[in-house]
């Protein structure tokens, strides 16, 4: 299986820029996802093929990166953003990161 | 639009059966696969395997072999997730989910996910 490595939970301060980091231990290409996951509900997709503004997703969210280095940007971070973040791979079976938790100041 | 709408939480005890649904609205059914993860209380997802909803073919992931059955009632627009000789470890939140138009990847849309606790 292709292993996800995301950063550890991230605290920020509303109005800042945060970056998620998603590591996978080979190539996936561009074949990876975001996705953001507030208690209780379902997964929502932000990013996909790495770059793509899911439609509907508010600009300030942003993906970049390819082959094994990706990562999601908030710019800039507001309170509805408080939420886990996960990064998803589809070059083989799809796998996810453990998430990145993400607390606001 | 399009929707998928699970069945309600479960209990049961180890050793029995249960069978979660899955139904679509606002699409052609057999237009898309249908996905399903699994999310134990504050762990990530693992990816169960996928239906194809236009001829009924199955893959399963791995883990998800010999108890795990997906399945179709397609008059119905409805999936179905059967786990047989519930274990401890299947306690989880169980979603399906589907791609854009003909491609099943990225998860674009999900159910609201299905709870099951499995205690005695």
């Known amino acids: 299986d292709t292993v996800l490595t995301q950063s550890p939970a991230l605290a920020v301060s509303p109005g800042e820029r945060v970056t998620i980091s998603c590591r996978a231990s080979?190539?996936?290409?561009?074949?990876m996802y975001w996705y953001q996951q507030k208690p209780g509900q379902h997964p929502k997709l932000l990013i996909y093929?790495?770059?793509n503004l899911e439609s509907g997703v508010p600009a300030r969210f942003s993906g970049s990166g390819s082959g094994t280095d990706f990562t999601l940007t908030i710019d800039p971070v507001e309170a509805n953003d408080t939420a886990t973040y996960f990064c998803?791979?589809?070059?083989?079976?799809?796998?996810f990161g453990a998430g990145t938790k993400l607390e606001l100041k | 639009q399009i929707q998928l709408v699970q069945s309600g939480p479960e209990v049961k005890k180890p050793g029995e059966s249960v069978k979660i649904s899955c139904k679509a609205s606002?699409?052609?059914?057999?237009?898309?696969?249908m996905q399903w993860l699994k999310q134990a209380q504050g762990k990530s997802l693992k990816w169960m395997g996928w239906?194809?909803?236009?001829?009924?073919?199955?893959t399963y992931a791995a883990d998800f072999t010999g108890r795990f059955v997906f399945s179709l009632e397609t008059s119905a627009s409805t999936a179905y997730l059967q786990i047989t000789n519930l274990k401890n470890e299947d306690m989880a939140t169980y979603f399906c989910?589907?791609?854009?138009?003909?491609?099943?990847?990225?998860?674009?849309?999900w159910g609201q996910g299905t709870l099951v606790t499995v205690s005695s």
């Open positions: 989910a589907r791609g854009y138009h003909g491609y099943n990847y990225p998860f674009a849309y």
């Open positions: 093929a790495a770059s």
């Open positions: 080979e190539s996936v290409s561009q074949r």
């Open positions: 239906i194809n909803t236009n001829t009924g073919k199955t």
């Open positions: 998803q791979q589809s070059w083989n079976d799809p796998t």
């Open positions: 606002g699409y052609t059914f057999t237009q898309a696969g």
